[in-house]
C-alpha cells in the first residue's frame, strides 16, 4: 500500500469512527441531524456518479429518492408484520423501475436537454404522486410504523434512534463503499471517458448509450436507497420529497462539497444543513437568501468545491 | 521501404495491372453532400492489406470526410464502405471500432483530463473487460500492459502518470496515435499526423508510422510532401471530392494534372 493510500484509510476509519460515536454524545437534536446528512449524504452520492463521473447532470433525482420512500411504504404497509428488507426490496424495485424509465428515454439526449428530461420525468411522477390519492395518500403522504431490525434466527430488536443511526451509517458506508469502487472499476472509467471526451469515447469503440444507461440506472437505485432510509427515520412518504426543488438542493450539495469525489456531496449536504440550520434561526424563511449567497460565492472562489482539492486522493 | 516493394492495389481508372492483395478497404461510389456543396463525390478505391496510403488534396477537397465516413462519423449520401469483406457503410462509430478501424484527429482529440497512461488504457480496455463493475481497473494486467506497450511504441513509456493536457504538442499528437493504436486497429487512418509539428517532431512521426505500419494498413492525410513522398507506397489525390488521380509517389509527382489541381498551389 502507498503512503496516500493509507492516508485515505486512516482518514476514513478516523471518520467512520466519529460517526459511530455521534449518537452517543451528541443531544437528540444533533443526532438526528447527523443520521439525515448522512441519508442526504447517500442521495447526493448517488447523483455524484453522474455529475462527478459521468458528466450528467440530473434534475431529477428527487423522482428516485420519492419512489424509494414509497415502495418502503408499500412494503410497510401492505405486508404483516412491517418487515425492514422488504421495505428495502420494494424501495429498490420502485425506484429501479423509473430509473430504467428514466434512462431509457432520458440518455438519447446531452448537456441541457437531458437536464430537463429529468426534470420533467420527475415532475411527472410528483403530479402522479400527488393526484392519485386512494393509493399515494396524496398531498398527506403516507404514514406507518418502523420495522424491527430482524435477520430471522439471529436477531429482532426495535430500533432506538441510537441503533437506526447505525443502521443508517452501515448502509451509506457500505454505499460508499461499493460506489467508490464502481468508479474505479473498468465501468467506472469508461463513464470518466464519457465526461472528459464523449465523442472519443464512441470512437474508440464504446456504446456511449449503454454505458449511460446503466449509470443512470445504479444512480437511481442508490437514490432509491437513500429514500427508503429516510422513509425508515421519519416514518412517512410525502409528495414534497418528489418535488424537482429536493433535486435542485442535492445538485447544489454537489456543486458546494466538491463533485467526482463521492465524500464531497456528502459535506455538502452537512455544510448545506448547517447553513440552513444556522441562518433560519436569524432569518426564518428567508434562510435561502444568506445560503444563496454563500453558494454563489463558493461556485465563483471555490468552484471546485470543499473537498475539491483531495479529488486525485480521494479517487486513487 | 521502396513504394514499389509492394504490387499495384487495382486502380479505379482501370489499370489494374497485378492487383494481388486483397483490399482491406474498399469504397464504391462513396458520396457526402453538404446541403448544395458535394464534399465527396462517387469516390471509389481499394486499400490493399499492409499499404501505407496517402491521401492528398488542397483544403476543402474532402479527405477529413472521407476519414469521417469510413469512421461512421458521418453516413454517406450515397455509396458503400467495405472493410475485410464486410460493408461497414453507415455503422456507427463504436461499432466501426470494434471491426478494427481506428483513427487519429487532425485536431488533436485525446483525454486532456486523464493521464497519459489512462488514455491508452481506456482504449486498449475497449476491447477486454469494459463490463466488469466490481474489480478495480488496475486489477486488469493484461490491459495496462498493453497500454504501456503502445506508449513505448509511441515514445511516451516516460510520461505515463502525467496530465495529458500538460504534453507538448508533439507529445499530443503521438498520445493521439497511441490512443488509436492501443485498439488493436487493422486498418489506422491518420489525419494530419504532424500538422503544427517542428522539423524534428515531424521527422519522429514519420520514423513512428514506419514502425507502426510493420503490421497495419495505413491511411494518412499529410500536407507535408515529404512525408507523403517518404511514406506512401501509393498516393490518391483528391480535389473537390473527386479522385483525380492515384499512383506511386513517382507517378504523382510526375502527373501533370496532380501538379496542376495541388503541387503547385
Ligand atoms: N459537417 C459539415 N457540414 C457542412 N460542410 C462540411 C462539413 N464537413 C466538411 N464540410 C465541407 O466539406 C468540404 C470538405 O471538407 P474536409 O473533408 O474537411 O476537407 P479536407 O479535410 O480535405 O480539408 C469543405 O468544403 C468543408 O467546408
Ligand atoms: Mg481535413
Redesign the pocket.
Known sequence: MTRSAAGYWIGFAVVLALLVVAPLVLPEFWRRFVTEILIWGLLAMSLDLLIGYTGMVSFGHSAFFGLGMYGAAAALLTVRPPNLWLAILYGLVGAGAVAVFVAYFSTRLRDIYFAITTLVFSQIFYVIIFTWTEVTGGENGLGFSQPAFAIPGVVSARFTPVTLHWFVLAVVTVSYLGLRRITQSPFGMVLQSIRENEPRTRAIGYHVERYKIVAVMLSGLFAGLAGVLYALQNKFAAPDFVFFLVSGEVVVFNVMGGMGTLVGPVAGAAFFFLLRELFSRFFTEYYLIPVGIIFTLMVIFVPQGLLGFLRRRLNQ | MTPDRLPEPGSPHGNGRGAVRSPILRTEGLTVRFGGLTALDNVTLAVPHGEIRAMIGPNGAG??TFFNCVTGVLRPTSGRIVFDGEDITGLPPHRISQKAIARSY?ITNILPGATVLENVRIAAQSRHHSWSLVRHHRAFVDVIDRARAVLDAVGLGDKEEELAANLSHGEQRHLEIGIALATEPKLLCL??PTAGMSVSETRATVELIRQIATDLTILI?EHDMEVVMGLAHTITVLHYGEVVAEGTPAEIQANPRVQEVYLKT
Do not use: F, I
Open positions: 479527405k477529413s487532425q489525419d494530419e492525410v
